[in-house]
Nanobody, 124 residues
Framework: QVQLVESGGGLVQAGGSLRLSCVAS????????IGWFRQAPGKEREFVAT????????RYADVVKGRFIISRDNFKNTAYLQMSSLKPEDTAVYYC?????????????????WGQGTQVTVSS
């Protein structure tokens, strides 16, 4: 099975940018749909973005559309989430997830493999 490790989180001022990485091991990433989710304190985990096997199909939550970009490099077994124009409400633990489904999904129930998460804190 695939193991996922996120990195790139940190503290940033509002309006700043961060790039999260999700490195896969154990299996090649190219066979998996990748999703990014986040969970803020006291809130449920929510969908952020997802990308198909080849990267040709992407979907975003409305709250991040136009600010975040999901991408992947299957040769490096890595997926990315480029976050720009960050807002304090983007503060959360961000999780990378992988699915063997043939299509992208915004539901966390569709993902069987999860990383440990990386903290993103946006100060005002």
């Amino acid at each position: 099975q695939v193991q996922l490790v996120e990195s790139g989180g940190g503290l940033v001022q509002a309006g700043g940018s961060l790039r999260l990485s999700c490195v896969a091991s154990g299996r090649t990433l190219s066979r998996y749909v990748i999703g990014w989710f986040r969970q803020a304190p006291g809130k449920e985990r929510e969908f952020v973005a997802t990308i198909s096997w080849t990267g040709g199909n992407t979907r975003y939550a409305d709250v991040v559309k136009g600010r975040f970009i999901i991408s992947r490099d299957n040769f490096k077994n890595t997926a990315y989430l480029q976050m720009s124009s960050l807002k304090p409400e983007d503060t959360a633990v961000y999780y990378c997830a992988a699915s063997l489904s043939y299509s992208t999904s915004s539901s966390d129930a569709g993902y069987g493999y999860w990383g440990q998460g990386t903290q993103v804190t946006v100060s005002s």
